[in-house]
């Protein structure tokens, strides 16, 4: 058998944020459409008995793989070295309080009863009630670029009637734009202009199309400054025809769904369960070895720790395929700071605020450690029908160098992480009312936080830039869902993983 004697990798959760990438997934043939109602109950099982499938990450696509193989009785197992699920997109308390990472916004919102749309289509496969999750609509939101602003909310006619406000020599055209882009569907093919050359023919201000596209780029792009025409297709359905929700009380109830749906279903969850290495013979998989030398037996195992990420876990010729020079390099640093009382007492009114203060957007990595000329405020309490909060949130997302913050010793890491939050919570004044004096916590995560949580390497939110909607590898029987198959974001994930089980565990080869 084939194995790699390397440092083990950070086997890991999937980072899921804003939106989904994706075609739409092979619907199961009416032989495999799973019993319902009630749990399935797997025949008893030895601990020497392979597998159906190992699914490598707990995080949003895993479990969603793993419910819906646990759907039509399969044996499966999901693996993660980190001791609470849900990747990136999770929550975890400090002194008393508890802080929400990864999720601004649930996009893909519709309301309840809408048909053939990503989000109800998703929760219908997963057996999970629309309103188990308490969906609260964005207030509104905008995008600043210099001294321009563009507001936008779930309602695409605020965002045309603002176009029209701010540019009326280019609202015919955005009209004419928004149609073409409502008419295709999420999965048009690649090779075709990007997503700023499409906006620029179309619109020919660059103003306009730097608006337009800042809001994209932060919740979705792996390459810096634009992004490819078929996830910017995505994207504007996401976040602009169907727009911006949260779930009451944040990520945890769909953690808790997803959860709890998986192992209802009879689906075996292992947390701090490292994979140390993939265990393959004659270019097929044979099953995992964990961190702690246990071997796990299969020959299907779907994984969302990322294409690089996860062929390093195998033999170094199959690892060699998609070295680390392929990762991605787009990455963050966020601050969470609690205040002393609700932000919108203080007047904070916009839900998300994507800014960049010069004339042009930008959307790269920066020389230094973090850069504060552009990023992303979120107020969670901006959402509809939340819990009442004794203490104020706002969330400040900034880009960022990860070479620089791998190298830092522990007392550079503290002392940058301070000043990245302190500068942070100036920036932020610059589009909001000034904070500073009501802050009672805070918490900041980086490129470092995020390698360490999700095993993406340079801590790149949105994976690498090249990505494969077929999930294969070079390896028979491993595939990938999640970021690197091709899908972001929580509705994304969720796709990926339902996607990838249809097409790679369930359907006829």
Not at 133 to 161: A, C
Not at 311 to 317: D, P
Not at 342 to 359: K, M, N, R, Y
Request: charged share 25%.
């Amino acid at each position: 058998m084939t194995t790699r004697n390397s440092r083990p990798f950070r086997a890991a959760r999937t980072t899921c944020r804003l939106t989904w990438q994706a075609t739409s997934w092979p619907p199961a043939p009416e032989a495999l459409r799973p019993h319902f109602p009630g749990p399935c109950h797997p025949p008893a099982m030895t601990a020497s008995t392979p597998y159906d499938t190992i699914l490598i990450g707990a995080g949003m696509s895993g479990l969603a793989a793993g419910i819906r193989l646990a759907q039509f009785d399969q044996r499966v197992l999901v693996l993660d070295r980190h001791y609470l699920w849900g990747g990136l997109n999770s929550y975890y308390k400090r002194e008393g309080r508890r802080f929400d990472v990864g999720l601004h916004a649930l996009t893909n919102f519709v309301p309840k009863g809408t048909r053939g749309r990503p989000l109800t289509r998703i929760l219908r496969q997963l057996r999970i009630p629309y309103d188990s999750l308490r969906l609260g609509e964005q207030h509104g939101s905008r995008s600043v670029v210099g001294d321009t602003d563009l507001h936008f909310g779930n309602d695409f006619e605020l965002l045309r009637g603002e176009v029209a406000r701010q540019f009326p020599t280019r609202a015919t055209a955005f009209d004419g734009m928004a149609r073409e882009l409502e008419a295709l569907p999420f999965d048009v093919p690649e090779g075709q202009e990007s997503a700023r050359a499409y906006l620029t023919r179309h619109l020919g201000e660059a103003r306009l199309v730097d608006l337009l596209l800042l809001p994209i780029l932060f919740y979705g792009s792996p390459t810096p400054s634009d992004v490819d025409f078929p996830s910017f297709v995505v994207l504007w359905k996401s976040l602009y025809e169907e727009g911006f929700a949260r779930p009451r009380g944040g990520i945890r109830p769909l953690l808790d769904a997803l959860r709890s749906r998986y192992l209802e279903l009879g689906g075996e969850l292992r947390m701090k369960a490292g994979v140390a290495e993939i265990l393959h013979e004659d270019g097929r998989v044979q099953g995992v070895r964990l961190d702690d030398g246990t071997e796990l037996h299969s020959e299907r195992v779907i994984s969302s720790a990322g294409r690089v990420e996860t062929l390093s876990l195998c033999e170094e010729t199959v690892a060699a395929t998609c070295g680390p020079e392929h990762a991605g390099r787009m990455t963050f640093v966020e601050s969470t700071t609690l205040l002393d009382q609700p932000a919108p007492d203080l007047g904070w009114t916009d839900t998300i605020v994507f800014f960049s203060q010069g004339e042009r957007a930008v959307y790269e990595e920066p020389a230094e450690a973090v850069s504060h000329a552009s990023g992303v405020i979120c107020c969670p309490e901006n959402y509809a029908g939340q819990e009442p909060e004794t203490e104020g949130v706002l969330r400040l997302t900034l880009m960022a160098n990860a070479e620089h913050w791998m190298a830092m010793s522990d007392g550079e890491y503290l002392a940058a992480k301070e000043q990245a939050w302190s500068k942070g919570l100036e920036t932020a004044a610059l589009y909001g009312p000034d904070v500073r004096k009501q802050v009672v916590a805070r918490d900041t995560f980086t490129p470092r936080t995020i390698e360490r949580f999700t095993g993406h390497l340079n801590g790149a939110v949105y994976g690498c830039p090249h990505k494969d909607k077929s999930g294969t590898t070079p390896l028979e029987g491993l595939f990938l869902c999640g970021t690197d198959q091709g899908y972001l974001g929580i509705v994304g994930a969720m796709l990926s993983g339902v996607a990838m089980a249809n097409r790679h565990a369930l359907l006829p080869a």
